[in-house]
């Protein structure tokens, strides 16, 4: 069963934004890593973003750093990627996904951190 109801995914135009929503179901996002990854297509799926429990480290590569966002909220115990001045190389499936272990002071843009993962949201991104 499926941990986290994501949703926000769309097409937008270049330079368009779009706000990615993910909510756990059954457990708290409080002091847990987490992260977003995207895969295009034909490609590998990417780590985008992440931010530690205490939300002291955030990580971005250089492809998104700039334009993209990671927050959470934690009375709604919802995490966001927004996602600024949208590029086509930026269209994919985008996944949202967390820790289970608490980690207050570090992230990683890496898959194998990660133990729960949303359903995926398809973003698209053409004129």
């Known amino acids: 069963q499926l941990r986290f109801v994501e949703s926000g995914g769309g097409l937008v135009q270049p330079g368009g934004s779009l706000r990615l929503s993910c909510a756990p179901s059954?457990?708290?996002?409080?002091?847990?890593?987490i992260g977003w990854f995207r895969q295009a297509p034909g490609k590998e799926r990417e780590g985008v973003s992440c931010?530690?429990?205490?939300?002291?480290?955030?990580k971005f590569p250089d492809s998104v750093r700039g334009r993209f966002t990671i927050s959470r909220d934690n009375a709604k115990n919802t995490m966001y990627l927004q996602m600024n001045s949208l590029k086509p190389e930026d269209t994919g499936v985008y996944y949202c996904?967390?820790?289970?272990?608490?980690?207050?002071?570090?992230?990683?843009?890496?898959?194998?951190?990660?133990?729960?993962w949303g359903q995926g949201a398809q973003v698209t991104v053409s004129s």
């Open positions: 931010i530690s429990g205490a939300g002291s480290t955030t």
């Open positions: 996904a967390v820790q289970w272990r608490p980690d207050s002071r570090d992230c990683a843009l890496s898959e194998g951190r990660y133990d729960v």
């Open positions: 059954t457990f708290s996002l409080v002091r847990s890593a």
